[in-house]
């Protein structure tokens, strides 16, 4: 047996050092690349890749997410820092901004795994994430095309960045178009044989090919010299002001980011069969965005690709991604000088590669045919490409949240009857074959209760007692649908069992939630019986109302 064991260990660490070997050759010009987005330094992308494989590696619950800077939260972070950045031609103090965002962000996740929300993610609906992740895309692609055209634009808004891209149109660089496009359909060819590291093949071609032709001369730009040197002052000297704005969208960059990484990290646990720990997850992210921050690195999130990658490189455990961080490191510090040589045009190829496989207009296509959402995947694509990034995502949300909160403040009250002899008690509306019971009245809301729906579901209660179910002398309140009771919801729930027992009925709950059942305790509604604040199914309180004898005493 120990044998045994020691075979499969050795195994799963081949394993694990070959898909390192395998993904590094993707995720160093991947993060070169990414930095570009930001408008950051190249360095700042290696950083980022290297806490987040250690980090994440050390902490996480994955045996594939590859944590790394993500083209999504290079375009956040460049808009963020744009949005707040008093000076837009400072770009130390611009850098500064972006750095500590990425302590913030780092800083929320931590808070958020401490505090074991690890649900965090679904505070946006995946059509909002699934539109602005396109209408990134989008962006991302068109905001790439002045490094494969060799020009300069200075505008992040679509609606000024295109005419003046367009504008140049006679300065465009031959030279620079012909590698840029080269490249591109290298990286395509390339994607057919899922193995090989087409972005590392592109980079080591553009290197040979600068230092051979001397691509420098024909006008195509270099990535430039990388420098590693550790920061003199890990946290940036930053406003009071500056760090309040910071804080703001920290939190929206710690929801986008987590919501990417753990629709990754959930997908390949499903496909697999293994077992993953939000909140622990929550942690290595906080601990990787930290440590990237302090050092001066963008952030990083779990991206799709490359956790697909490390899947296909056949990763055994987590540490696939320590082997990938110290070849990436030794390839760092002793070819510097080469990296440095990296055409521009090749990374703009690169990163409209990766983000290539998100533009996808099909899978909208449920949504339409659902008739359902329709309207907020438009609003997160056009809210990207029209108001930008930050302004873009918080537009979507804001629609989301509307017609979530529209679709539940329409709720409806269904009543329900026994179906033949069984247990069961279904919608009469939707079962005419059931029954309604003498003198007991099953009302049922079909969404949680809260305070922008709560009174005109019990009104709606009301009316039924006064009119078809006028001759119910037990009402019995199905609360399945509510997970929890909001102040609102509690008051309007005293007022609805004062006037059940100023009309001489009684009231009794089923499908009551713990968390409800406790809240009810302490609300202290008089004349409430503690014997109706107990988890009771629809057929438990029906034989408790078939059992009583007269009502309860009205409330004088």
């Known amino acids: 047996m120990p044998s045994t064991t020691a075979s499969a260990t050795k195994s799963a660490r081949v394993k694990d050092i070959t898909a390192g070997l395998s993904i590094a050759g993707l995720l160093l010009p991947e993060a070169i690349a990414y930095a570009s987005i930001g408008n950051l330094p190249p360095q700042m992308g290696i950083i980022a890749l290297l806490a987040g494989l250690v980090c994440y590696s050390l902490v996480g619950s994955s045996r594939f997410a590859i944590v790394s800077a993500t083209s999504s939260s290079a375009a956040v972070l460049a808009a963020a820092t744009a949005s707040i950045s008093i000076n837009s031609g400072d770009v130390e103090h611009r850098l500064m901004l972006g750095v500590g965002l990425v302590i913030v962000t780092g800083i929320f996740f931590l808070l958020a795994g ?17 539109g602005f992740v396109f209408g990134l895309a989008i962006f991302i692609t068109l905001k790439q095309l002045p490094q494969i055209a060799g020009v300069h634009t200075n505008h992040d808004d679509l609606m000024q960045f295109l005419p003046e891209l367009f504008g140049q149109i006679h300065a465009w660089n031959a030279a620079s178009i012909m590698v840029g496009v080269i490249a591109l359909g290298l990286l395509f060819l390339l994607s057919r044989f899922r193995r090989l590291p087409g972005a590392l093949i592109v980079v080591v071609l553009g290197i040979a090919c600068s230092d051979r032709i001397d691509l420098a001369r024909y006008g195509v730009r270099m990535v430039g010299a990388i420098s590693l040197q550790l920061p003199s002052h890990a946290l940036p000297m930053l406003s009071g002001r500056e760090w309040g704005q910071l804080s703001e969208l920290g939190l929206a960059l710690a929801m986008i980011l987590y919501a990417e990484s753990y629709s990754s990290i959930r997908s390949f646990a499903v496909k697999h069969g293994d077992t993953v720990s939000p909140n622990r997850d929550l942690l290595a992210l906080g601990a990787a965005n930290v440590i990237s921050g302090l050092l001066h690195g963008m952030p990083v999130g779990a991206g799709f690709s490359a956790t ?180 609102s919801s509690l008051e309007a729930l005293g007022e609805f069992f004062e006037f059940l027992t100023s009309t001489g009925k009684r009231l009794l709950f089923a499908r009551l939630k713990s968390p409800i059942q406790e809240i009810l305790k302490r609300a202290g509604i008089p004349n409430l019986p503690s014997s109706s604040i107990i988890e009771l199914s629809v057929d ?5 109302a078939l059992r009583e004898l007269g009502p309860y005493p009205a409330k004088r």
């Open 308 to 487: 697909s990658a490390n899947e296909v490189a056949g990763a055994a455990t987590r540490f696939a991604g320590t082997f990938a961080a110290i070849v990436i490191l030794v390839v760092v510090l002793t070819l510097l000088p080469a990296v440095a040589l990296i055409p521009e045009p090749a990374l703009a190829a690169i990163v409209i590669h990766a983000v290539s496989h998100t533009l996808n207009p099909s899978m909208f296509r449920p949504y339409f045919r659902w008739h359902r959402d329709r309207i907020v995947v438009i609003a997160a694509v056009a809210g990207v490409l029209m108001l930008g990034v930050m302004d873009g995502l918080l537009a979507a949300i804001a629609v989301s949240i509307l017609m979530m909160l529209r679709r539940f403040s329409d709720s409806t009250l269904s009543v329900l009857g026994q179906l033949g002899v069984s247990h069961d008690f279904v919608n009469v509306a939707l079962h005419p074959e059931a029954k309604l019971l003498p003198n007991i009245a099953i009302l049922r809301p079909n969404e949680p209760l809260f305070f922008a729906n709560v009174d005109r579901i019990l009104t709606q209660a009301r009316h039924y007692i006064g009119g078809e179910g006028a001759s119910a002398q037990v009402i019995i309140l199905s609360l399945e649908a509510s997970p929890d009771l909001d102040s």
């Open 540 to 544: 438990d309180a029906v034989q408790i």
């Open 114 to 130: 401490l505090a074991r929300v690890g649900e965090i993610s679904s505070f946006i609906a995946k059509p909002v994430l699934r």
